[in-house]
């Protein structure tokens, strides 16, 4: 929506009135901003912790390490060997943990 930046700025009796006006608004209204939520429906939706998943199949094929791959013995994630920052008594580690 355009905004008219030549009309006449309203007074601070106007704005005042305005925001008295519009807290019994917010007042009328809160009454009517109550969600009715049914607690079984919500917990549908949710997976527990110790859920069964004993029936599930990963569809992710895992490959080992790779030739050309090392693991970091800080954060133990698989990185290529361009990440390698260094070398300590034969610990590697990338560049994220240096």
């Excluded at 693991?71 to 610990?91: D, I, M, N, P, W």
């Amino acid at each position: 929506m355009a905004t008219d930046y030549d009309s006449p700025r309203k007074t601070e009796e106007d704005m005042s009135e305005d925001s008295l006006q519009e807290l019994q608004a917010r007042r009328v209204d809160k009454g009517t901003s109550t969600i009715d939520v049914d607690p079984d429906e919500v917990a549908e939706g949710m997976e527990l912790p110790g859920a069964d998943l004993s029936g599930e199949e990963l569809a992710v094929r895992v490959l080992p390490r790779q030739a050309d791959e090392f693991t970091c013995s800080r954060c133990f994630l698989v990185h290529h060997r361009s990440q390698l920052a260094e070398e300590r008594k034969g610990q590697l580690v990338c560049k994220e943990c240096v």
